[in-house]
């Protein structure tokens, strides 16, 4: 969210509040700041298609308050008539008249005059897994998979950072080249693959997955994802064919470590 | 205190020089001030020495030797610091960094190799860093030898004059016997060049300045030339350019660049030709459509994986006639590998095998081999099981075109079609022309208006790149622009029209009812 467009749009919106305005003056104040909200202040900024449908349902939201009164009614009514009607409005409407074609013309324009672009395509970065899988002929059930060596943690730390340092050794010889020396999704490769490789540094990535939800994905990579995913785009490879389990186990605990984030925990079976 | 550099016998002479000039004055004030290199307090080294295992360590190793877990895997191979031999500094040639130095190009890293930058580190972590970083190599605490700036003047603007100048000093200097005449890194000597540990090094494409390991301003490129990259083969010309040429080598040398950015694509636009086009006229069929470079990167998916791939981008365009689809193909290459043969088939040699086979350049144009239903496109290395790739294979030693169909990595293979080809060399940059009907009832359509999506791979022969070992692309889209098209005037004035049209309806009826209510008299108003 852009502050410095949200908070003096919803000031003028409560400064509104005090003051007695015409209603077609508040309907258009109110129009034209929820219309700068969802224009310019989100980040990142929202598809035209969905402000436009927003800002549809907030038109005859303000319809509605209109027509739901009489006396407002009335005051709109009015106002209209004598904009239409009265001889020192008519500069206006004349004004109003020449450049509202003026502007849609212009509007119509540019957007036939854009540069085509390639299309977009969407995908979904986290689908859900599948509940169990075969790594090298062996079933694992990934509903109740966890990692192996996490118990170690606790158990026998010196056995679990010999783990640790595996992982690490798998990371800098396999993954560092796309999601990069400090984990950010950044190697010296990313910049030529599409969809960009997975930042772990963000929160938002394996600090909400489970740990055998790491092992699906570094297993089965990219070919390995549902179509909403876009496999075929994806430069995921399918680790199995290059790395054993132990080490993904070792690796998964690595990326852990490094990032200081915690794997989100199993749920507990009822 | 001495450092070999043996790059040229011009730096070894300063080397010499230097080395007098620091024992004559240490001599003298050696005695006055105990001025040791500052190498910090033992807890800012243990502070420097945990961030350096957590986060250098993997490539360049815990003793600093350069022999990390990650080493192997990046060229140029990660720093040795036990060497003391540093590339990017403002110190004389063959010189140890200053601590702002190696602070600099930590915070900023290397474009283009395995250093990436830290942003984030602090700058107390940075000097943390340096500190430990400099108890790897002794020559760091030698109270004589303390590293000392050259003067770097800030660029005076830059006029057409002194490119013009700096042009013919580029060839006076021999920059071009590694630079290659039109700077993209293709000189006679390049192929031969090695570094101070005797790996293979190349020198660098000068077109691309974003890959400038010391950076791209023409502050930068003035500091690589007075202070040379040392442990390359790039040496100082500080003795050598007198000062009044130095800015105009670098107004030369910046101007090769298109910009500051490669200005990477996401589509190739092809126009309309309303004449046949006559792919015999190679590269020149071109010359008005619009270029558009994509990223080439190591095929580290599939088995066969490169790790540092000889190309980094390339560059595509197209246009279209009534019948035919062409695509231009061009990219650098320091030296073309015109001998030997090549195949995007990954061929697995026999263990033992210990011939080395000579690969020829070679490069393929991937689209899918029938339109993608909904959404879905083949994997983009080499496609699927379910959909196929077409590729239009150029093997340049060969002057027709070869076609596969992929249906995977490991099942590519030779294909039925009609591609016409044609291709060259110059200066350092290949070009290919492919050509194809754009409908042929047995292959993906080239329709009008169309996103027909393509990707590419580049084998470098000379780096002895052949079937999985290769450069890679992601999905891109060729776009076939309608032959016409209307006007944006068009839509504008349909827009209008309407617009007008509303409003005199809306000012019409409300007029009608002003006037209407102006007729009621004031009495019946009353009434109401």
Redesign the interface.
């Known amino acids: 969210m852009n502050l410095w467009v949200c908070i003096p749009a919803v000031l003028a919106l409560i400064g509104l509040r005090f003051l007695k305005t015409h209603i077609l003056g508040w309907l258009a104040a109110w129009w034209i700041c929820v219309f700068v909200i969802l224009k310019f202040g989100m980040v990142p900024p929202m598809p035209s298609s969905i402000i436009g449908l927003y800002v549809a349902i907030l038109t005859s939201v303000l319809l509605l308050y209109l027509t739901s009164d009489t006396e407002r009614m009335s005051q709109a009514g009015n106002f209209?008539?004598r904009f239409?009607?009265e001889r020192k409005f008519a500069p206006y409407?004349w004004t109003a008249?020449v450049l509202?074609?003026?502007l849609?013309?212009?509007?119509?324009?540019?957007?036939?005059?854009k540069?085509?672009?390639?299309?977009a395509?969407g995908r979904t970065i986290h689908p859900a897994p599948p509940g169990e899988m075969t790594f090298k002929g062996k079933k694992i059930d990934l509903i109740k998979a966890s990692n192996p060596f996490r118990e170690l943690e606790t158990k026998d730390p010196t056995a679990f950072e010999t783990h640790v340092a595996a992982g690490?050794?798998v990371?800098?010889?396999n993954c560092?080249?796309?999601h990069?020396?400090?984990m950010e999704g950044?190697?010296?490769?990313a910049?030529?693959?599409?969809p960009l490789p997975a930042n772990f540094q963000d929160p938002t990535t394996i600090g909400m997955l489970q740990e055998s939800y790491l092992f699906w994905r570094i297993a089965k990579?990219?070919?390995g994802l549902p179509?909403e995913s876009?496999?075929?785009?994806s430069?995921?490879?399918a680790w199995e064919?290059f790395v054993s389990e132990d080490d993904i186990w070792n690796v998964i605990l690595f990326l852990y470590r490094?990032t200081g984030q915690k794997p989100r925990a199993q749920e507990k079976a009822e | 205190m001495m450092r070999r550099n043996d790059s040229t016998c011009v730096s070894t002479f300063r080397i010499f020089r230097a080395t007098a000039i620091y024992a004559w004055v240490g001599a003298v004030i050696g005695f006055t001030s105990a001025n040791a290199g500052d190498m910090g307090t033992e807890a800012q080294r243990q502070a420097g020495k945990q961030l350096y295992n957590s986060k250098c360590s993997q490539c360049h190793g815990e003793t600093g030797d350069g022999k990390g877990d990650g080493a192997e895997y990046f060229r140029p191979t990660p720093r040795i610091f036990t060497s003391g031999t540093f590339k990017i500094r403002t110190t004389e040639s063959g010189e140890l960094p200053t601590d702002a130095d190696l602070r600099t190009v930590i915070k900023r890293g290397m474009p283009y190799t395995g250093m990436p930058a830290w942003p984030k580190f602090s700058d107390q972590d940075l000097m943390n860093l340096v500190y430990y970083i400099k108890t790897f190599n002794s020559d760091f605490a030698d109270s004589t030898n303390k590293p000392k700036s050259i003067e770097l003047p800030k660029a005076p603007a830059m006029t057409q004059e002194s490119i013009t100048r700096g042009k013919q000093l580029f060839a006076e200097n021999k920059c071009l016997d590694c630079h290659g005449k039109l700077g993209r890194g293709d000189g006679e000597s390049g192929p031969t060049l090695k570094d101070d540990w005797k790996n293979p090094i190349r020198p660098a494409d000068l077109t691309k300045r974003w890959t400038y390991r010391g950076g791209s301003t023409r502050e930068d490129i003035y500091r690589t030339f007075m202070t040379g990259l040392s442990g390359t083969p790039m040496p100082s010309y500080a003795s050598s350019v007198a000062e009044k040429d130095r800015w105009p080598l670098v107004d030369y040398v910046y101007s090769l660049s298109p910009g500051d950015q490669p200005g990477y694509a996401t589509m190739v636009l092809a126009e309309f030709s309303p004449t046949p086009l006559d792919i015999s006229k190679g590269k020149a069929l071109f010359a008005t459509a619009k270029p558009a470079v994509f990223p080439v990167v190591g095929q580290v998916v599939e088995d066969k994986r490169n790790f540092f791939p000889g190309v980094n981008a390339v560059e595509a365009r197209s246009m279209y006639d009534a019948e035919n689809v062409a695509v231009l193909l061009t990219w650098h290459d320091m030296s073309a590998q015109k001998t030997g043969s090549n195949t995007p088939v990954t061929v697995i040699r026999p263990v033992g095998d210990t011939t080395h086979p000579i690969y020829s350049d070679a490069i393929a144009l991937q689209i899918p081999a029938k339109n993608p239903d909904g959404v879905g496109k083949p994997y983009f290395l080499f496609g699927d099981k379910r959909n196929a790739v077409d590729l239009w294979f150029a093997d340049l030693v060969k002057g027709q075109p070869q076609l596969f169909v992929g249906k995977g990595s490991g099942n590519v293979s030779p294909a039925e079609g009609a591609v016409s080809m044609r291709s060259g060399y110059q200066d350092g940059e290949w070009w290919v022309v492919f050509s194809r009907k754009r409908q042929d009832g047995k292959h993906m359509p080239f329709d009008e208006g169309t996103f027909v999506p393509v990707a590419f791979s580049v084998w470098d022969g000379f780096n002895a790149e052949t079937g999985g070992n290769r450069g890679v692309t992601s999905w891109y889209s060729i776009y076939l622009k309608p032959s016409h098209t209307e006007s944006p005037i068009v839509p504008a004035g349909k827009q209008a029209a309407a617009c007008i049209l509303i409003e005199a309806g809306v000012i019409w009826i409300m007029r009608r009812r002003v006037h209407g209510q102006a007729k009621v008299s004031p009495a019946e108003k009353a009434k109401i």
């Open positions: 209209l008539m239409f009607g409407l008249a509202i074609p003026l849609a013309g212009t509007n119509a324009y540019l957007a036939a005059s540069e085509v672009e390639a299309p395509s690490r050794k990371y800098y010889q560092v080249f796309c990069g020396d400090n950044d190697g010296i490769f910049y030529g693959y599409d990579g990219g070919p179509e876009t496999p075929w785009s430069a995921m490879p064919k490094f």
